[in-house]
T-cell receptor, first 111, second 113 residues
Framework: EAAVTQSPRNKVAVTGGKVTLSCNQT?????MYWYRQDTGHGLRLIHY???????EKGDIPDGYKASRPSQENFSLILELATPSQTSVYFC??????????FGKGTRLTVV | QQKVQQSPESLTVSEGAMASLNCTFS??????FRWYRQHSGKGLEVLVS????GEKEEGRFTAHLNRASLHVSLHIREPQPSDSAVYLC?????????????FGAGTQLIVIP
């Protein structure tokens, strides 16, 4: 069964600290995505990747970096976390012509 | 400008009454639309994917697509309290290998017993 696993599921970070959100997929998809979800905005695309070694900026990349070391893994990195980055983050995988599968989300609170 | 606009923001219906949600998109660049359901604090559950004009039914959920009017709707037959959730409309880009999704802001559905 297709699966996208995110870790951690919940995280509290301090302002200025570094945060890494991890995502693993077993779907063998080339494309992976990181979204954040905020009330009134739906899901907005932060970074995406076409495959191992590739990362591209989405619509709201400022303050975030991404890393795709392998087909299965895609990380979102907040080098200097700020309270405005408090949100719920979703990872997804899905090639064109295939369904898109989402992880269960990571709730990040920056204090 | 957001590519996808959803309405209403919130909808309250009685159990068993039809619930109708709407989504308009800004251009005709997509050939692929989905409706997702998200229970509070949970992930996204795809309900219906629709690729051509007309109707697509998945159980109690029916999507209607009219690309000429840039509109897709979701109708929930006999809604139950367990259907109370946020419903998200999404359109998928056509013509790129990425196939990214653009989401609306969501409709909060409340079903009263």
């Amino acid at each position: 069964e297709a699966a996208v696993t995110q870790s951690p599921r919940n995280k509290v970070a301090v302002t200025g600290g570094k945060v890494t959100l991890s995502c693993n997929q077993t779907n063998n998809h080339n494309n992976m995505y990181w979204y954040r979800q905020d009330t009134g905005h739906g899901l907005r695309l932060i970074h995406y990747s076409y495959g191992a070694g590739s990362t591209e900026k989405g619509d709201i990349p400022d303050g975030y970096k991404a890393s795709r070391p392998s087909q299965e893994n895609f990380s979102l990195i907040l080098e200097l976390a700020t309270p405005s980055q408090t949100s719920v983050y979703f990872c997804a995988s899905g090639d064109l012509g295939a369904e898109v599968f989402f992880g269960k989300g990571t709730r990040l609170t920056v204090v | 400008q957001q590519k996808v606009q959803q309405s209403p923001e919130s909808l309250t219906v009685s159990e068993g009454a039809m619930a109708s949600l709407n989504c308009t998109f800004s251009d005709g660049t997509s050939d692929n639309f989905r409706w997702y359901r998200q229970h509070s604090g949970k992930g996204l559950e795809v309900l219906v994917s629709i690729f051509s004009d007309g109707e697509k039914e998945e159980g109690r959920f029916t999507a209607h697509l009219n690309r000429a009017s840039l509109h897709v709707s979701l109708h929930i037959r006999e809604p139950q309290p367990s259907d109370s959730a946020v419903y998200l409309c999404a359109m998928r880009d056509r013509g790129s290998a990425l196939g990214r999704l653009h989401f609306g802001a969501g409709t909060q559905l409340i079903v009263i017993p």
